[in-house]
């Protein structure tokens, strides 16, 4: 069982910055929060020129992005946001309870911000992911894609490709334990997934 508050002391420094709006706003898990605040902001407006509030935090689970949703995301009033979990929710949920949870952000989005674009990064293969996670995942991927499908507002973006060499052995941009991005990656991918953002909005 989840400790709902668990990253309440991130949070609470994510406050500690200025609020500002009209902004894409990055929200998700660790592959956001390792990315930095200053950092995102600084290489997707170099890579794209996106103006981003990068609010990822932790481990985090959609229901913890729920939960956080009216502190670190209604105040923002975004003009479009993109989304990343999954990750950690495997080891957590099922697949069909995975997309409930993510429904329902989307719905809360959309109900604040009519017209919003949703952006939803699909969780990737990773070096360390179980087999069983990676089966939850890719599921999950199938159905968020569905989602999508019937919805004009909410687009899916699959990185996969980024990470493998062309012998299909995973590329040298993760950390040792196979699943963050070192420094380099995250200037790679800010020159790979901005402009990617960039074309959808």
């Known amino acids: 069982m989840i400790q ?17 709006t009209g902004k894409v706003l990055l929200y998700g898990s660790s592959f956001f929060a390792h ?29 913890e992005l729920l939960y956080y949703y ?8 975004p003009s479009a946001m993109v989304f990343r979990t999954g990750h950690n929710d495997a080891w957590e949920y099922g697949p069909e309870e995975m997309l409930s949870h993510t429904k329902l952000l989307f719905d809360w989005v959309k109900s604040d911000f009519p017209g919003i674009r949703l952006i ?11 087999d069983e996670n990676l ?9 968020l894609d569905g989602l999508s499908k019937d919805d004009p507002l909410l687009e899916t973006v699959d990185i996969n ?28 991918m800010a020159r790979y997934l901005a402009p990617k953002i960039k074309a959808l909005l």
């Open 35 to 63: 990315w930095g605040v200053e950092r995102a902001k600084k290489q997707w407006k170099e890579a794209a020129g996106l103006e981003v509030v990068n609010h990822g935090f932790g481990g985090a689970v959609v229901s």
């Open 4 to 20: 709902i508050d668990r990253f309440e002391d991130q949070i609470r420094a994510l406050e500690q910055h200025p609020v500002e």
């Open 135 to 143: 089966q939850r995942i890719h599921r999950y991927n199938a159905l």
């Open 120 to 130: 939803a990064i699909k969780p990737f293969d990773t070096p360390s992911a179980l």
């Open 161 to 188: 490709e980024f990470f493998q060499s062309a012998d299909g052995s995973y590329r040298d941009v993760f950390l040792e334990d196979g699943l963050h991005l070192t420094d380099s990656g995250y200037e790679e």
């Open 70 to 77: 009216h502190r670190l995301v209604r105040p923002y009033q």
